[in-house]
Each structure stands twice: as structure tokens, then as C-alpha cells.
């Protein structure tokens, strides 16, 4: 139990020290190896909803969370509701060409 709350705390830190505020719906480009290996990455404006990066240069696919539940963005998964908590959002890697 211990290891897995040490490993949570590595993670946390390691997003934060690389967060950068974002406004945007926080769509990443999928450009870089890193988007695609992360795989899952939070939806800024709907907390039901997450992007996927499945390959690079690839357009990344918007999807939903089941019923009543919200993807957690320390976790990269969807939780139900009491499990949630905002976190500030954060600028993926790269973005997509619009």
C-alpha cells in the first residue's frame, strides 16, 4: 500500500513540475511518443469526457466516461463521482494543427 501511494505521489509530482495552465479543451496534437505511451489525457472543459493518443501524428479520439462517473486526470481513468477531485488543468505536450 505504501508503494502505491509513493508511486501516486511520483506521478503528481512529476505532472506538476511539467503543468502548464491551459484554457483549452486540452486536446493534444499526439505528436510526440510520450502523448501516445500516456495514451489518456483529460478533457479540460467536461470532467465526463477524456482524449485518447493512440499514434503518433494521429488526430487524438474524444471519449465519455460511463454513467455517472468522470475521469480522474492523476489516475488516467474514469471514477465514479466521490472518487473524483479537480485538479488544475494543464497544457498537453503538443497541439493539434487546426
Known sequence: MKGI???LLALVVAISARCV???T??????????EVSQ???????D?????ECEKVNQPAVLRRCVS???????????VSWD??????????LSRPDN
Open 5 to 7: 501511494a509513493l508511486v
Open 68 to 78: 455517472d462517473s468522470a475521469f480522474h486526470p492523476t489516475l488516467l481513468d474514469c
Open 21 to 23: 495552465r491551459d484554457n
Open 39 to 45: 495514451g489518456l489525457w483529460r478533457h479540460n472543459h
Open 47 to 51: 470532467p465526463t469526457a477524456y482524449w
Open 83 to 92: 472518487e473524483w477531485e479537480w485538479q488544475p488543468t494543464c497544457a498537453p
Open 25 to 34: 479543451d486540452g486536446q493534444p496534437g499526439c505528436k510526440k511518443q510520450e
